[in-house]
């Protein structure tokens, strides 16, 4: 028989009260990312709170920090990704994937000190009807209640920048973008 000390026992019981979930403070809105290679960015949300048969419309903000104009990449559902939470921080898994998306890319450029927004979710037409996230590649259909959205958006593909930049700079990096709260509500 092995004799567990009282400060292991201790240890291994604080271990486990700050493995469970706790629920999420509230995120701040209107919060721009750490710049990456004088890059920032955002998600918005259209509506923060929908009922269930509806859709969340998700729109990725991107900022200049310098002065030079940046060059971005958009249209494409492979750099940009999302991590779903509830409201107790608990990840939430998509409800389907398509793995046969076919998308086109195209280049923005963002004139130094400003910014461009273009939507990063679509409205499904494959069966994911009622309140649901869906982000091209990936599809949340969501019961009522309370989640985060965090998410991240790169480039290294600047081989595919098509033409000539001319004075703007492609950007290459990644970002981490600060969570979004959103809710369902159910439907009266």
Same mark, same amino acid.
Request: overall charge positive; charged content about 20%; aromatic content about 6%.
């Given at each position: 028989?092995? &004799?567990?000390?009282? /400060?292991? $026992?201790?240890? @291994?019981?604080?271990?486990?009260?700050?493995?469970? !979930? +706790?629920?999420?403070?509230?995120?701040?809105?209107?919060?721009?990312?750490?710049?990456?290679?004088?890059?920032?960015?955002?998600?918005?949300?259209?509506?923060?709170?929908?009922?269930?048969?509806?859709?969340?419309?998700?729109?990725?903000?991107?900022?200049?920090?310098?002065?030079?104009?940046?060059?971005?990449?958009?249209?494409?559902?492979? &750099?940009?990704?999302? /991590?779903? $939470?509830?409201? @107790?921080?608990?990840?939430?898994?998509?409800?389907? !994937? +398509?793995?046969?998306?076919?998308?086109?890319?195209?280049?923005?450029?963002?004139?130094?000190?400003?910014?461009?927004?273009?939507?990063?979710?679509?409205?499904?037409?494959?069966?994911?009807?009622?309140?649901?996230?869906?982000?091209?590649?990936?599809?949340?259909?969501?019961?009522?209640?309370?989640?985060?959205?965090?998410?991240?958006?790169?480039?290294?593909?600047?081989?595919?920048?098509?033409?000539?930049?001319?004075?703007?700079?492609?950007?290459?990096?990644?970002?981490?973008?600060?969570?979004?709260?959103?809710?369902?509500?159910?439907?009266?």
């Amino acid at each position: 028989m092995r &004799i567990v000390s009282a /400060t292991a $026992l201790a240890i @291994a019981a604080q271990f486990c009260i700050s493995a469970v !979930a +706790r629920p999420l403070a509230p995120a701040k809105p209107d919060v721009w990312s750490e710049p990456a290679s004088l890059l920032a960015g955002r998600l918005r949300v259209a509506e923060k709170a929908i009922t269930t048969d509806q859709y969340f419309r998700l729109t990725l903000e991107l900022a200049n920090q310098g002065h030079t104009p940046l060059a971005v990449q958009s249209g494409n559902p492979h &750099i940009f990704t999302i /991590t779903l $939470l509830d409201s @107790a921080g608990k990840l939430v898994k998509p409800t389907s !994937a +398509r793995i046969d998306v076919i998308s086109s890319p195209q280049w923005g450029v963002i004139p130094g000190r400003a910014y461009l927004g273009f939507p990063v979710s679509i409205h499904s037409q494959d069966g994911a009807k009622g309140s649901h996230l869906d982000i091209t590649t990936l599809i949340w259909r969501l019961s009522p209640g309370t989640y985060r959205i965090t998410g991240e958006y790169s480039s290294d593909r600047a081989a595919d920048f098509m033409g000539k930049p001319g004075k703007a700079k492609i950007w290459e990096g990644k970002i981490r973008l600060p969570p979004v709260d959103i809710e369902v509500l159910e439907r009266e």
